[in-house]
């Protein structure tokens, strides 16, 4: 595989002088080539930025959406900002997506999603386990996904499950 279509990647965001921190292109790389990828790096690190650049690099090449499991809107706001340097469409969906106000925005997404025009789709451990989320997604998603990532998941192992339990019940999802 010729890498440097992620320095390319790197290049658009941060400008020509940018460069990976330690270990963050064999992150880029093992995700891109294996999929199971863990990385446990400390805030700042640039985690966020791997599974951007896979992204991209799975988009380019035909593969269908990313899903991220956030705990955290603010978070997964600042995500989608960051997203679009590299032309990545970021949708969120959070405890929102369900109010009778919101019911425009919901089509939109959906629509998006199923004619594989939203790159990167932001979600909550709650929704996801939602049955008319899960279903939503798995009837409006027609290509295989390129990812699925769960981000933040330190926040279980220091807070414990009690933290967020539906953080628990992610492999329900990943197994259909």
């Known amino acids: ?7 390319n990647y790197l290049k658009l965001i941060f400008g020509n002088k940018a460069s990976f921190r330690k270990d963050q292109l064999e992150a880029i790389i093992s995700t891109v080539n294996n999929h199971f990828t863990l990385v446990v790096e400390k805030t700042g690190w640039g985690k966020s ?12 090449n035909g593969y269908g959406p990313t899903i991220i499991v956030s705990p ?18 970021a949708e969120m969906i959070s405890g929102e997506f369900f109010k009778r ?17 939203i790159d ?26 390129a990812l699925f990532v769960i981000d933040e998941v330190h926040c279980v192992s220091e807070w414990g499950h009690d933290f967020r339990p539906d953080f628990c019940s992610l492999k329900y999802f990943v197994e259909s």
Do not use: G
């Open 1 to 7: 595989m010729d890498t440097s279509i992620f320095t």
């Open 49 to 60: 930025l791997v599974y951007f650049l896979a992204t991209k690099y799975f988009r380019d």
């Open 72 to 89: 955290l809107k603010s978070l997964m706001r600042n995500q989608i900002e960051a997203a679009s340097k590299l032309n990545l469409r």
């Open 101 to 117: 106000e919101n019911e425009n925005k919901k089509y939109e997404i959906l629509t998006s999603l199923n004619n594989n025009k």
């Open 120 to 145: 990167i789709l932001y979600v909550t451990p709650e929704q996801l386990n939602k049955n008319d989320l899960y279903n939503l997604l798995i009837a409006n998603i027609t290509q295989e996904l």
